[in-house]
């Protein structure tokens, strides 16, 4: 029996730390040759990039546990990754790899992706205490050194923080991811592995922003505005701000996602399209006061008030808005810029109305912890909806490269079909799987593994 097919039958700690690790095995990966397949192509489909096929199985530092991954999730890097913008990330790896020892096995001619991974781990470094073989993890996508002084604060904070599967190389788009020790999250028991491989990156970073004494901090009664409401980190951010005793308005982009925002408890729901707010309109600074005028109109008139808090991952299309729109003295949160990084906005809306714009990415592990806490209370649904097989990433990855898709995108990797991993029937019974699957009926019609 090979030590995949251990893994899909429930095998015991011992045979799996017995079964041999195999040479190779499949993922989802870039080819450094591919780099340059784009130019002077308008439309950069990740189709043409992402392969799916044996990679080398690296050897394991110290610190460092094998994940046998049963399933991961879609997240916007993976489509920066696979269109090489804003540029390739195979110089990630070369100026990693140039730190030499054990950071030199990710400079390879091939950048296996994916910033979400649930799984079991099947070998741990001899420098891994807390962790073993047989458990049961989801992995934070913030890498960090935990030897750095800083990280003892915050690890977020870590001059060598990096992007798991992003700016690194093993990532979780595969049957197999190498993680440190100090990235894993226990899986919530009740949780199905492509329900857990939604949470990390998404759930974890909107606490942050939100949550966290770190983010904008937000308090019982504050208005957020969110902007993408119904996508995955819209999907955590919404039903933390109710959790949290807030009052949350959604931005999104047509009616079944204004369908999905109300769905997951937004008081308010905006058409973004009903304004006329568009990709382009970061260029244009009477537009953007325009159109701030007319949201925050439409936000007075729902919620009766100005927002407290502006939660931004779109970026140049929305973030001049996001400044105007926010009252007085209030935060814009931003983790992201799917829609570009070059930002415009009026100064004298932040200074003379003493506004603060934050900084945040993903988290850190506490924070992460936190997070995965709220699951297992049944305070935070997960926000999976369409579900496809690993063979499948180009089409999984098109479809939020396209922004076509609601909530989060699953990805099966080991997992030969959906619904294992649940090691907690009866918590799961108790929080109720009509709310657990809520976001199922937003997935695309015949999403291959749904």
Not at 279 to 290: F, I, K, N, S
Not at 291 to 298: M, S, V
Not at 301 to 320: C, K
């Amino acid at each position: 029996m090979s030590l995949s097919e251990a893994v899909r039958a429930g095998a015991s700690p011992e045979v799996l730390a017995n079964t041999p690790l195999p040479a190779e095995f499949t993922a989802a990966h870039l080819r450094v040759e591919d780099e340059n397949v784009f130019q002077g192509v308008e439309d950069r489909d990740v189709r043409k990039t992402l392969h799916v096929g044996p990679v080398p199985m690296p050897e394991l530092a110290p610190d460092e546990v094998l994940i046998a991954v049963m399933a991961s999730s879609i997240n916007y890097n993976t489509v920066w990754s696979a269109t090489f913008e804003p540029l390739s990330t195979f110089r990630f790896l070369k100026s990693y790899g140039k730190e030499g020892g054990w950071a030199s096995r990710h400079d390879q001619p091939f950048h296996v992706l994916g910033s979400d991974a649930a799984g079991v781990i099947v070998r741990a470094g001899n420098g891994v205490r807390r962790w073993k073989t047989g458990d049961h993890v989801m992995v934070n996508a913030a890498c960090v050194d935990d030897q750095e002084a800083s990280v003892q604060a915050d690890g977020m904070l870590s001059d060598h923080q990096l992007a798991w599967g992003f700016e690194t190389n093993y990532g979780g788009l595969a049957h197999y991811c190498v993680a440190r020790a100090s990235q894993l999250i226990p899986k919530p028991a009740h949780l199905t592995w492509e329900e857990a491989a939604t949470a990390p990156a998404c759930a974890g970073t909107a606490y942050r922003m939100l949550v966290s004494d770190r983010g904008a901090r937000m308090k019982q009664g504050d208005v957020v505005l969110i902007w993408g409401a119904s996508g995955g980190l819209g999907a955590y951010a919404v039903q933390l701000v109710k959790n949290g005793g807030g009052v949350a308005v959604g931005v999104v982009g047509s009616e079944e996602k204004a369908k999905a925002a109300r769905a997951l408890g937004c008081d308010l729901v905006i058409n973004r399209a009903d304004i006329g707010i568009g990709d382009d309109l970061g260029d244009d600074p009477a537009r953007v006061v325009e159109q701030g005028k007319a949201l925050g109109r439409l936000i007075r008139q729902g919620v009766g008030e100005d927002p407290h808090i502006v939660f931004d991952h779109v970026g140049r299309s929305t973030f001049g808005i996001s400044v105007f729109v926010v009252r007085r003295g209030g935060s814009v949160v931003t983790c992201g810029s799917s829609t570009g990084y070059q930002h415009q906005f009026d100064n004298r809306y932040l200074w003379m109305r003493l506004k603060r714009i934050i900084g945040s990415h993903v988290a850190n592990l506490q924070e992460q912890v936190d997070t995965a806490r709220l699951f297992t209370q049944g305070s935070i649904m997960p926000a999976l909806t369409a579900l496809y097989p690993l063979e499948e990433i180009g089409e999984a990855t098109r479809l939020v490269q396209l922004n076509e898709h609601i909530g989060k995108v699953g990805v099966l990797c080991l997992a030969d079909r959906p619904g294992l991993g649940v090691t907690d029937p009866e918590l799961r019974a108790r929080i109720g799987e009509d709310r657990l699957t809520a976001l199922r009926a937003f997935a695309p019609d015949a999403t291959p593994a749904g």
